[in-house]
C-alpha cells in the first residue's frame, strides 16, 4: 500500500516512516492525518517489524497542522474535534503509546504544535543539533494536541511543561536535551545513520521482554515499588516459557550473538 504524504520502509525488523509534505514542512493537511494512523496501524501489527522510526522529509519534522488549511475553513480536524468519534490525532497517539515495539522520532528539524507532541508520543527522540521544539497552540489559538498535555509533563515536569505550554516558547536542541524532551543531540548529517544504528539494535533484541517493559515503564509514575516487583516477577514467568528466553542463554554459552523470533 502506499500514501500520498507518508513514505514508508520497512528492512532489518525497522519500519521507517517518513513524513512526506516537506514543501509545506510536513504540516497535517487533509487525508495525511488519515495516513498516518494506516501506517501507525500496519507497523504496530506486523510481527518482523521490531522498532519504529518516525522522521520528517526535507528540512522539518513536522509544524503541526496546516495554517492556510485551518484559516480557509477546509480541514478536516474541526469536523473530527467536533464529533463524538475519537479523530485521527488521538487514534495515532493511542497507537504509539500502546504498540508492542519501541518508536523513535529522530527529529532532523523544526517540531512545533502537533509536530511537537507527535514527537513527544514516542518513547524515545534523537534529535539533530538543528531541531527546533515549540508548543505554540497559544499563540494560534488553539489548545494542544497528540497528547502534549498527557506526554510533556511527564518528561519534562509539571512547572516547566506549563511554561513552555502557557508562554508558547521555542526551544533549540541543546535545552531540550538539557530539560529532558530529548534522550540525545547529534549533528544533523549524522542523524539518519545514529537513528538507524540504534533502531537496528532494538530490533535485534527479544521483543517480548521489551514489549513488557514498554508497558511496565508507562505505569512507573501509577505503582508503588510492590506493585512494580509484581509485575516483575510475572513477567519474567512468561519470559520463561518463550523460546527466546532458551535462544538469550544459549547463545551467550556458545559465545555467538542471539537470533530472536518473537516466541
Known amino acids: 500500500m502506499s500514501w500520498e504524504h507518508v513514505l514508508l520502509d520497512k528492512k532489518d525488523g525497522v519500519a521507517t516512516v517518513t513524513l512526506n509534505r516537506p514543501e509545506k514542512y510536513n ?36 509544524v503541526g497542522g496546516d495554517v492556510n488549511e485551518f484559516v480557509s475553513g477546509t480541514t478536516q480536524a474541526l469536523e473530527q474535534v467536533a464529533s463524538s468519534e475519537r479523530h485521527a490525532m488521538c487514534k495515532a497517539a493511542l497507537t504509539i503509546n500502546t504498540m508492542e515495539k519501541p518508536v523513535i522520532a529522530s527529529v532532523n528539524g523544526v517540531a512545533a504544535g502537533g509536530g511537537c507532541n507527535l514527537a513527544l508520543a514516542c518513547d524515545i527522540r534523537i534529535a539533530s543539533e538543528k531541531a527546533r521544539f515549540g508548543q505554540v497552540f497559544v499563540r494560534r489559538g488553539v489548545h494542544p494536541d ?118
Open 27 to 62: 504540516a497535517f493537511a487533509g487525508q495525511m492525518r488519515q495516513e498516518i494512523v494506516q501506517v501507525i496501524d500496519d507497523v504496530a501489527e506486523d510481527r518482523d517489524v521490531r522498532a519504529v522510526v518516525i522522521t520528517g522529509a526535507g528540512k522539518a519534522f513536522c
Open 146 to 263: 497528540w497528547g502534549g498535555i498527557y506526554f510533556l509533563p511527564r518528561l519534562v515536569g509539571y512547572a516547566k511543561a506549563a511554561e513552555l505550554i502557557f508562554s508558547g516558547e521555542v526551544v533549540g536542541a541543546e535545552e531540550a536535551l538539557a530539560i529532558g524532551m530529548v534522550n540525545r543531540v547529534v549533528p544533523h548529517e549524522g542523524l539518519p545513520q545514529v537513528t538507524r544504528e540504534f533502531a537496528e539494535r532494538i530490533a535485534k533484541n527479544a521483543p517480548i521482554p521489551i514489549a513488557f517493559a514498554k508497558r511496565g515503564l508507562q505505569n512507573f509514575a501509577k505503582w508503588d515499588l510492590a506493585q512494580a516487583l509484581d509485575y516483575e516477577s510475572y513477567v519474567l514467568e512468561v519470559c520463561k516459557q518463550s523460546e527466546d528466553f532458551m535462544e538469550g542463554f544459549s547463545s551467550f554459552l556458545e559465545k555467538r550473538e542471539p537470533v530472536f523470533k518473537g516466541r
